[in-house]
């Protein structure tokens, strides 16, 4: 199955049904996956994203101008199925209220500021990007609709200046104040390819993952667990008290040997900010490794790493949650013979999806085991895809 293909088709189809018109640009962008380098971006540190085949595209024309009223877009949801209209110029202040359009509008006031001067559309969108799985479904919107705007404006944005307009939206428009991990790789993904990014120096390394042989498999726990809104906050507080009694800048520029000569120091009451370092530090540490193993194609190294990147999450920076850690050992029982080279939780944490990778020649089997044992142990039944390295954004039509 081609989901690009298809999920075009499905946009392309709704919009002539909608506005009985061809449309004249259609814009894609992909989902992610982190394969490794958990809460390591706000710390300066490494991470190393893929785009995923799967997608928000969106189909346009030419809208209707509405004379001296503010220019005006008209964007339909296929997923939502709600349409909504988004300004196309002036000052663009962000609403009290988060919506889903609220992503839209952020990515086109960003647009405006750096001069693109977008004429009035009427646009239908879908995304096959599963949402709330921590694949980056809003990272996925925001990069198409920027690539929308450069289209229909005939105006290109420099990549990493694209990438951080969206990343801006997500934080003023959405009230996320997310990494900027998902966009670079949404704006800049390339197929075959998995992107070794440093937060600091926002410079990207692409890494050759194209071996016919391994699939990436994506696992939904299918369950995101309530949160009260303060561990995100509160993780990232705990890694600047930790890089302040170190004396440096971020986590990124520690040691383990630096660790170890504040201990005592890190670890008074409950030792959480010595743990929540040492993940940081050790996580950097694996992500460089995990790029480097890849490249020599050593997949002992790749699921070692792998399977140390979870447990550290579990146990020293605590975002996993007793379904992950349950699709984590399922996938552990696999290695060798079983087709299962390494897995970990992904994403921000407590809930969302696993990733494993895996023989492509076992793959069905994996993915029945993991079916059968998870369903067994929870009573939940686990939506798995596989997927290889795909395209970031891209315009299909102009």
């Known amino acids: 199955m081609n989901y690009l293909t298809d999920l075009t088709e499905e ?51 030419p809208g209707k101008e509405s004379g001296s009223a503010p220019r005006r877009g008209i964007v339909y949801s296929g997923n939502m199925n709600e349409e909504a209209e988004v300004l196309l110029e002036g000052a663009i202040a962000p609403e009290k209220e988060v919506k889903w359009y609220s992503y839209i509008q952020g990515t086109i006031a960003g647009c405006l500021e750096k001069g693109l001067n977008p004429p009035a559309f009427q646009a239908v969108l879908h995304s096959n990007v599963p949402l709330g799985g921590g694949l980056s479904s809003s990272a996925s919107l925001e990069v198409a609709t920027a690539t929308l705007m450069e289209t229909i404006s005939k105006k290109k944005l420099d990549p990493v200046e694209k990438a951080l307009l969206c990343q801006k939206a997500e934080h003023e428009y959405a009230g996320m104040p997310c990494g900027i991990m998902d966009q670079f790789i949404s704006a800049m993904g390339e197929k075959g390819k998995a992107m070794l990014l440093d937060c600091r120096s926002r410079v990207p390394k692409m890494i050759p993952l194209e071996n016919p042989e391994i699939l990436i498999m994506i696992t939904n726990s299918n369950v995101k667990h309530k949160l009260t809104g303060s561990e995100y906050p509160e993780r990232r507080r705990s890694c600047e008290q930790a890089a302040a009694i170190m004396g440096v800048a971020k986590l990124r520029d520690a040691s383990l040997d630096l660790l170890e000569k504040y201990r005592a120091d890190l670890q008074k009451g409950d030792g959480l900010l010595y743990r929540r370092a040492h993940h940081v530090i050790t996580e950097d540490d694996r992500t460089v490794n995990m790029a480097e193993a890849l490249v020599r194609e050593d997949w002992d190294a790749v699921g070692s790493l792998m399977f140390a990147s979870h447990h550290s999450l579990q146990y020293d920076f605590e975002v996993s949650c007793p379904e992950i850690d349950i699709l984590v050992d399922i996938a552990r029982s696999l290695t060798g013979a079983g087709g299962v080279i390494g897995s970990r939780i992904t994403g921000g944490g407590f809930g969302g999806c696993s990733v494993s990778l895996v023989r492509a020649d076992k793959f069905e089997s994996v993915q029945r085991c993991f079916e059968e044992e998870y369903y067994k142990k929870t009573g939940i039944k686990p939506t798995i895809f596989a997927t290889r390295p795909a395209q970031g954004a891209a315009v299909i039509r102009s």
Do not use: C, Q
């Open 11 to 61: 946009t392309i189809s709704d919009f002539r049904k909608r506005y009985g018109s061809e449309p004249e640009t259609v814009v894609a962008a992909p989902g992610r996956v982190n394969l490794i380098g958990e809460h390591t971006d706000y710390n300066d540190g490494f991470v190393f994203p893929m785009a995923i085949e799967r997608y928000t595209v969106i189909a346009a024309g």
